[in-house]
């Protein structure tokens, strides 16, 4: 295969090379070629409109026959002589444009077509919902909600169940893209009486299976849970490790998170069935988040935390996945910082060069102006002292030729300054949006 390849190429040298010589062959080819070239760099100022201030100036007129490069004061005289003594100044002003004005539609056209945008915002890294476990890892999250009756209590703040239900909501909806969520619930049938202890304590169900996350179907399954009975704290961690048994190996990271007011009351092991989880093939870590609880369950829930390799949190610390992502979150914070530090250089940078453009489109009309005065009061001289043309013509065309230079100069200064202001106030408004934006970013990933 790589003989065939070779001699494929080689072929292709051959016939690339071949149609090179039958190209070059053809001048007209390059004739037309050149034509086509010098076309395209032929400006087009068809759609260019005289700014209010150049009115007087007639700057659409475009060059006269001895202007720029072609100015020669020496072919200018014998066309000068061809001017009768005799004209008005405003005809004799005309015809000096005819012959020596500049042209100042470049300059002119680069003014009134800049843009002065410094640059687009561009997409940041994402937020807490961009980041993406892994490819080829399996990240699974069994949430255990406490149902039990003494979840319906009143604490600070309102309802312990509707605070778990907030806290739960909170939490699934800032999970990496890719994680496999369970919502599993305990103690939510029978009541807190005895009677009802056996039917309680056997109540343990998944009411979302674990896989992706739906918002829709994982709210629903959610809002359905009421505060009923006992707590069989020491089963539920049981049923969770028979949900996560088919889930092992060096690439699955299994968490649980169990939300609940307080200890077993089901005369369950919960130390030893988080232990037996966490040292299992599943490998899973337990983790307790606690609303309201006393000193005594505070030590019960802990121990069982640290059984399954876990936290304890009270309910004032959010629930998150900051442990086993800490470092994708800081990767985001930091990639923030970085994509306002870039836009910031990016703006600067062109807006640099932006207002140096104007400052040289400036310059250059200018001189331009300047030179073209020059050229004009040398013709005025030339026919006051050699033509012997009436002071008053000469003086009268000299003061409009001066208003002319001082029109362009005035419109060249104040459009630069005018333009130069918004260049600045783009970058000024990049700077503050993409800070903002970054802050916000980094808040949300710090919280």
């Not at 994680?179 to 009486?193: I, P, R």
Request: glycine share 8%.
């Amino acid at each position: 295969m790589r003989r065939i390849g070779t001699g494929f190429l080689a072929l292709m040298l051959v016939f690339t090379a071949g149609c090179s010589l039958l190209v070059q062959s053809d001048p007209s080819a390059d004739n037309k070629l050149k034509e086509e070239k010098t076309a395209e760099k032929e400006p087009d100022y068809s759609g260019l409109k005289a700014p209010a201030e150049l009115d007087s100036v007639d700057i659409l007129r475009g060059p006269g026959q001895f202007s720029g490069t072609q100015y020669d004061l020496k072919k200018i005289r014998p066309e000068l002589d061809e001017i009768s003594a005799a004209v008005s100044a405003a005809q004799l002003e005309s015809q000096l444009i005819k012959m020596m004005a500049e042209d100042f539609r470049p300059y002119v056209k680069k003014f009134e077509d800049f843009d002065t945008s410094v640059i687009d915002i561009e997409a940041g890294p994402g937020g807490i919902r961009e980041i993406e476990v892994p490819e080829g890892q399996e990240v699974n999250v069994v949430i255990l909600l406490d149902a039990s009756g003494s979840m319906a209590e009143k604490v600070e703040g309102g309802q312990k169940m509707d605070l778990a239900k907030a806290s739960v909501q909170n939490f699934v909806a800032n999970m990496p893209k890719g994680a496999n969520v369970s919502l599993q619930v305990y103690g939510h049938k029978g009541s807190s009486s005895k009677s009802d202890k056996d039917v309680s304590c056997s109540s343990i169900e998944e009411i979302y299976k674990l896989g992706q996350y739906d918002d829709k179907k994982f709210q629903s399954a959610l809002k359905a849970v009421k505060p009923a009975g006992w707590t069989p704290l020491g089963g539920a961690i049981e049923y969770a490790k028979d949900s996560l048994a088919d889930h092992t190996g060096g690439n699955v990271q299994n968490i649980v998170y169990v939300v609940s007011d307080g200890i077993e009351t089901c005369d369950g092991d919960p130390v030893a069935a988080a232990e037996e989880l966490h040292e299992s093939d599943i490998e899973a870590v337990v983790n307790i988040i606690g609303f309201d609880v006393d000193d005594e369950g505070q030590e019960a829930l802990l121990d069982v935390a640290n059984a399954g390799g876990g936290t304890y949190q009270s309910a004032e610390t959010k629930v998150a996945l900051e442990e086993y992502f800490e470092g994708e979150f800081r990767r985001l914070r930091e990639e923030w910082q970085q994509w306002a530090k870039v836009h910031e250089e990016k703006a600067r940078i062109i807006a640099s060069h932006k207002l140096g453009h104007l400052d040289q489109n400036h310059q250059d009309l200018r001189r331009l102006a300047e030179w073209e005065h020059a050229h004009f009061k040398d013709a005025l001289t030339y026919l006051k002292e050699e033509r012997d043309f009436e002071y008053s013509t000469i003086s009268a065309v000299q003061s409009r030729f001066y208003n002319r230079r001082e029109a362009l100069k005035r419109y060249s200064y104040q459009t630069k300054e005018q333009l130069k202001k918004e260049v600045r106030t783009n970058r000024d408004q990049i700077r503050d949006d993409v800070r903002y934006k970054r802050d916000k970013e980094r808040d949300k990933l710090s919280n």
